[in-house]
């Protein structure tokens, strides 16, 4: 039996998280440019958006720039957006064919206008399919949305639009980036760093993490299986005992 088919269908996640981390390393240690280790990252990228499509993820959110990689030197930044905008313009086609919608998640507007004309386009084109949700977060820093859907909440109860004692946590979620998709029950961060970088921290409450020493830029196919086998593999308890998972029962949920 191949490793794509002891994924068991029936215990999939229905949203995976990456931080794709380790393009600057991976170059590094071949002596090339960090923005080499980009370019590259985008094959796999590629390669892991094709997988999730086969194997029926239905959401996979990618953490592609962070708020805080504004402070990087600009000429990696002006590169990570070049490319950005070379990579939708030279996709968008396959993905659409393929089904996939794409989505936003992050500060838009402080992407260059350009990157906003091309996303903009890219997601109005893919906006009536069905397959696999592809989330790019983007200038994305989850205090930021978090702050933000706090600010959104105020307008709201100061227009007499909510009512405070209507703010829970189902009405909350409402107001962050990801409103549309459910949580990602697994995250995955690659290149052996042990932190969440400011990635969507409300979302991942629950979340089973899985940590590689692999750079993001060799992370292929069989790297995602063998971390979905892996997730397969876990008791996600929820704050109840492992018994009562396992004998299934319903008492104080
Ligand atoms: C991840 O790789 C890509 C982005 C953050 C845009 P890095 O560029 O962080 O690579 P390392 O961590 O420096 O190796
Ligand atoms: C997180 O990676 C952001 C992305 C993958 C886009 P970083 O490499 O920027 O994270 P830190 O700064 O090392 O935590
Ligand atoms: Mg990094």
């Known amino acids: 039996m191949g490793l794509l088919e002891s994924i068991d269908l029936n215990k999939l996640p229905k949203h995976v998280a990456i931080i794709m981390d380790g393009n600057g390393r991976w170059a590094k240690e071949r002596g090339e440019d960090r923005v080499f280790g980009h370019h590259q990252g985008v094959i ?6 094709n997988a999730c499509a086969e194997i029926g993820i239905q959401y996979l959110t990618l953490y592609a720039f962070s708020a805080e990689n504004w402070n990087r030197p600009v000429e990696e930044v002006n590169a990570l957006m070049e490319l950005l905008v070379n990579t939708i313009r030279k996709e968008i086609d396959e993905l659409d064919k393929n089904n996939v919608k794409l989505h936003i998640i992050g500060d838009f507007a402080s992407l260059p206008a350009i990157c906003q004309k091309e996303l903009n386009e890219a997601m109005e084109l893919t906006s009536k399919n069905t397959g696999l949700n592809l989330v790019l977060a983007l200038s994305y820093s989850s205090r930021q949305e978090i702050a933000e859907a706090a600010r959104k909440i105020a307008m709201d109860v100061a227009a007499g639009k909510l009512k405070p004692e209507d703010i829970n946590e189902n009405s909350f979620k ?24 400011n990635y969507l921290l409300y979302q991942l409450a629950y979340a089973e993490f899985y940590f590689t020493n692999t750079h993001w830029p060799d992370f292929r196919k069989k790297d995602l299986i063998e971390a979905l086998l892996n997730y397969q593999q876990r008791e996600r308890r929820f704050g109840k005992t492992s018994e009562q998972i396992q004998t299934n029962t319903t008492q104080h949920v």
Do not use: H, Q
């Open 44 to 49: 796999s990228v590629r390669e892991i958006v």
């Open 174 to 197: 409402n107001y962050l980036y990801t409103s549309e998709f459910p949580d990602p029950e697994l995250m995955i961060r690659t290149s052996g760093e042990f932190r969440v970088s």
